[in-house]
């Protein structure tokens, strides 16, 4: 018998990849905005993902979806312990949406849309990190029900996780430039990737040895033996991407800067994944302990498998229909 709990577990998980791995690199755009002034390069940069931008959020969208129908405890009690930090993420990302259709249509007050494209871009990538800090620290459930409080989530690890998400973000959007653009802005952001991936690498280091502080049972998995040997082989992957991506910056290759910044937030996933398993609300439920009956599983599986597989085709159409070079001049921002 297929183990229904299990799938919807491996749904959602990567539905909240492929929403960081598409929807990182235009927030991290907006991260980048304050240190591009000149307006220009700015439309520039908007129009690279001008066409593709809100279908990323597709994403967001099925995985609080598939939570609520596969999995209500973890719905109800993450969303009650993370109500402040997802509210104010949301009001960043409606920021960001509106400073991308009126800024193209504004002329004297495109510096305030350039402003609210920048604050919803980076209060809504520091959120989602200290939602995901938060949630790695743990949230107390009893009954089946949240039982912390309204501010739990507020701790310096859950900030330092908003500032390390901000980091890859910016990473990712630097790296989706260099593929998209051409010429000066071309060569800016190839000089910006090196310094950002070390920082990055630092942010990484921190929040590795910070994790297992955090909670000892993630302490015991990494670090005991022999897991320690099997798990060896996540930061010594991180570390070759890091050195792939200091080398294509210096040979000038496009696309392989974004690919090993990508390898790296996947490896970082992939790192959250193993020190929380078998737990959907970290420490205590289970992916099991947190189904929904079988049968509503089932039926919504129905569903899901019908319209990921659309969802997925209609993402790789726009992508293609839009592949290949922006220039200044392209598209609705100038």
């Known amino acids: 018998m297929l183990d229904l709990s299990l799938i919807w577990a491996g749904i959602i998980a990567l539905g909240v990849f492929i929403y960081v791995m598409l929807d990182g690199f235009d927030l991290g755009i907006g991260i980048l905005f304050p240190f591009f002034p000149d307006e220009a390069e700015r439309d520039v940069m908007m129009n690279t993902v001008a066409p593709v931008w809100d ?8 995985g609080g979806a598939g939570l609520f129908a596969a999995f209500p405890v973890v719905y109800s009690a993450v969303l009650s312990a993370l109500y402040l930090p997802l509210i104010l993420m949301l009001v960043g990302l409606i920021f960001r949406g509106v400073a991308f259709e009126i800024r193209a249509k504004a002329t004297r007050t495109r510096h305030w849309w350039d402003l609210a494209f920048i604050a919803g871009s980076g209060s ?3 959120f989602q990190g200290v939602a995901l800090g938060a949630y790695i620290q743990g949230i107390p459930v009893l009954n089946r029900e949240f039982a912390g409080g309204g501010f739990d989530w507020l701790s310096p690890f859950s900030l330092f996780t908003g500032l390390g998400l901000l980091v890859t973000y910016a990473v990712l959007g630097c790296g989706w430039l260099i593929i998209k653009t051409e010429g000066e802005l071309q060569r800016k952001m190839f000089a910006l990737m090196r310094p950002l991936t070390a920082l990055l ?4 280091a921190l929040v590795s040895l910070w994790t297992p502080l955090v909670d000892p049972a993630i302490a015991r998995r990494w670090f005991s033996l022999p897991n320690l040997f099997y798990l060896l082989p996540v930061p010594v992957a991180v570390a070759l991407c890091v050195r792939g991506i200091f080398r294509a910056v210096s040979r ?4 392989a800067p974004y690919f090993l910044a990508l390898a790296i937030a996947a490896l970082g996933y992939v790192g959250f994944l193993i020190s929380i398993w078998p737990h959907l609300v970290p420490p205590s439920v289970t992916i099991w302990q947190a189904a929904a009956p079988r049968s ?21 159409l726009g992508y293609w229909v839009f592949r290949g070079k922006v220039r200044a001049g392209d598209g609705g921002y100038h």
Request: net charge neutral; hydrophobic share 60%; charged share 10%.
């Open 201 to 204: 690498l630092l942010m990484i």
């Open 252 to 255: 000038r290759q496009e696309k």
């Open 55 to 62: 279908g990323n959020e597709t994403w967001l969208v099925l």
């Open 124 to 126: 809504a990538t520091f």
């Open 296 to 316: 509503s599983q089932a039926f919504a599986l129905v569903g899901a498998l019908i319209i990921i597989p659309i969802i997925l085709v209609y993402t790789a």
